[in-house]
């Protein structure tokens, strides 16, 4: 007991230093990003703006346009939420600017389109056209941010820009000296390079750790530390810079994508980390339908124009983040230590995730841009996440231990018992006297045993070991003496031969075990198919199977063949994560038995059906319909 209270107090102890060591880092961060206020000069309050709905303005028209036919900003930001249609921009740059080359920064990388044109004396002297829609080989300047060189003018410098997107109108708009850019941009760069360090440092130490181990806890830990790196780096402009540069395409839809990705795998995380299934079935369900349908949001982020499945995102990020809150909350309080910190790590991503929220709405004014929240926030709970792994790592393998010790001790225990068990039986065999009543009736049973034996012996001679279907041996008896009664009775016998397509490239692509697999789908898909005790499905070699059906017309089993082929061409083969899916080509043939030469003419008739099949392109059913003229 004093041992598990020493325990109590040294976990409380570094739960305290953890926070106030984060809380620490995160002050200085925050510190050191917002200290990013040596810019000549924000472009804010006074700017000229015009909102083009109809998407038919042209430079040319702007030019013409009147101071008094514009509106002006009032706000200390240029923030217009989610719209689509462009904006224009115009303001102007004093000429007492010093000598030194100048660059004006668009501090929000997420647009897709900032044309910018600058005019002195009434002349265009410059314009550029940067932004998601444009490959990244057409900026003037290669920097993650949106960066244009200010042309040099003794005369006062208008300036026009036009921003489209499809995602949040944000232009924060600042002109800076470039000796003092380049050490701003510097400090960022230390900062972001430190943070996707440490991400990457801790993807690549917890995809280890699951080669090692085969935990899947790791490798969800992994792919979603990945996935919270790409969102950030998009958010950065770092992916579009250093990733897929011209990939317009991705840079349009990585953040969807990526921020998709990441809500998945944080509930695949909880999931597996909390041992959700241990504790509630419910919650576990719940976890599963969820998991379910952010899948199925992953693909439509593939193709839903992203202004509208932005807002949808947003719907998913609520109810995401608010089911894991809500789990990691019911856990703790049923008394699961893990839960605890975990739902410590989330608070701390919801609260970054919340103050950036309340920036980019322009509800919150500290001059920070809302990615930096979630980067910092992000940082934070992948480390107290990777030490949630930890520790849920090490109760798992401490159970592990204590099972194995229980089973071996339960098993020392039944030896023991089993050997005092077989002494007693020693010692009353010795005392007993056997009648000879008693002995005849142990030998009825020693043979009616090997009477069972035998029928035993006899049924698995005649069953196919892979399968658990019946073998050729089996197919031979039963086709004769099934022909020979329908001959009898002048009734209707069909014969169905099949064979997998391709089932020479199966196991030369995927193996033998692949291969028998496949053949013991086959297999079950046929014996399920077989309602009636009187049909008979074989495998008759290899790949090949037959289906003995008496009584069965050839219609009837034409179509249990299209079936047949129906239902192994639409189901797959699960094999070590490996979903297969093969068909089959179908020979059917059928008589009316009524001479001796019709068992063999219908089992060649079946052959050359199946043949016939796998000449026309296989995965269909050929059938032969023998008339009594038709047999020879």
Not at 29 to 53: C, F, H, Q, V, W
Not at 115 to 127: A, H, V
Not at 235 to 240: C, P, Q, R
């Amino acid at each position: 007991m004093k041992t598990n209270n020493n325990q109590q107090s040294i976990h409380k102890t570094w739960y305290i230093g953890l926070v106030i060591l984060l809380g620490l880092i995160s002050i200085f961060s925050i510190a050191k990003l917002g200290s990013a206020n040596d810019y000549l000069l924000e472009i804010n309050r006074g700017t000229l703006y015009l909102e083009d709905t109809t998407n038919s303005l042209s430079i040319e028209q702007l030019r013409n346009y009147q101071n008094s036919q514009w509106s002006e900003e009032t706000s200390e930001v240029l923030a217009y939420g989610m719209s689509k249609h462009p904006y224009w921009f115009k303001f102007f740059l004093p000429n007492n600017l010093s000598d030194t080359p100048k660059i004006l920064e668009v501090d929000y990388v997420m647009l897709d389109k900032v044309d910018i044109w600058f005019f002195s004396s009434g002349k265009l002297i410059s314009e550029y056209h940067e932004g998601d829609s444009y490959p990244f080989s057409n900026r003037q300047i290669e920097s993650e941010k949106l960066l244009f060189p200010v042309p040099e003018s003794e005369q006062r410098i208008s300036v026009i820009v036009k921003v489209e997107t499809t995602g949040t109108l944000k232009v924060p708009l600042r002109v800076w000296d470039e000796k003092q850019y380049l050490i701003y941009s510097g400090e960022q760069n230390l900062l972001l390079g430190l943070f996707f360090g440490f991400m990457v440092a801790m993807a690549l130490s917890n995809l280890f750790f699951y080669v090692s181990t085969r935990n899947p806890s790791f490798l969800s830990y992994s792919f979603y530390v990945v996935s919270v790196a790409l969102t950030l780096a998009t958010m950065h402009g770092v992916g579009f810079k250093y990733l897929w540069p011209d990939w317009v395409w991705l840079q349009s839809r990585s953040v969807g994508i990526f921020a998709t990705l990441t809500i998945l795998f944080a509930c695949v995380c909880t999931r597996q980390l909390l041992e959700v299934y241990k504790h509630s079935q419910n919650l576990d369900r719940l976890l599963k339908y969820a998991i379910w349908w952010i899948s199925l949001s992953v693909l439509a982020s593939l193709i839903v124009p992203y202004y509208y499945y932005i807002m949808y995102f947003l719907v998913a990020l609520c109810f995401s983040s608010l089911l894991v809150f809500i789990v990691s909350l019911l856990l703790m309080w049923r008394g699961v230590k893990l839960a605890r910190l975990y739902l410590l790590a989330w608070s701390v991503l919801i609260v970054a995730g919340f103050l950036a929220g309340l920036e980019s709405s322009n509800l919150l004014d500290i001059n920070i841009p809302a990615q930096y929240f979630v980067m910092l926030g992000a940082a934070i709970e992948t480390f107290m996440l990777a030490f949630v792994l930890v520790i849920s790592y090490t109760i798992q393998r401490d159970e592990q231990y204590q099972n194995q010790e229980l089973a071996l001790l339960e098993e020392r225990m039944a030896r023991e018992a089993q050997e005092k068990a077989l002494k007693l039986k020693e010692e009353a065999q010795e005392s007993l006297e056997y009648s000879v009543q008693e002995r005849t009736l142990e030998l009825e049973i020693a043979l009616r045993e090997l009477s069972e034996t035998n029928n035993e012996l006899e049924q698995q001679t005649r069953t196919d070991s892979l399968t658990g279907i019946r073998n050729r041996k089996h197919f031979d008896k039963k086709f004769q003496a099934e022909a020979r009664r329908c001959r009898r009775e002048r009734s209707d016998l069909s014969l169905i031969m099949l064979d997998i397509d391709h089932f020479k490239n199966v196991n030369d692509t995927y193996g033998h075990v692949a291969g028998d697999e496949v053949i013991k789908h086959v297999a079950k898909v046929l014996k399920q198919n077989l309602k009636r005790t009187t049909d008979d499905a074989c495998r008759y070699g290899g790949e090949e199977f037959a289906l003995i059906l008496p009584n069965t017309d050839f219609d009837g089993a034409r179509s249990l063949g299209e079936k047949l082929r129906e239902i192994i061409e639409n189901t797959v083969t699960e094999v070590d994560g490996l979903q297969l899916k093969v068909t089959i080509s179908v020979g059917v043939a059928s008589t009316v038995v009524s001479g001796v030469d019709d068992e063999k003419s219908l089992l060649e008739s079946a052959d050359k059906a199946l043949y016939q099949a796998k000449r026309d392109g296989r995965n269909r059913v050929r059938s032969i319909h023998l008339h009594p003229r038709d047999i020879v």
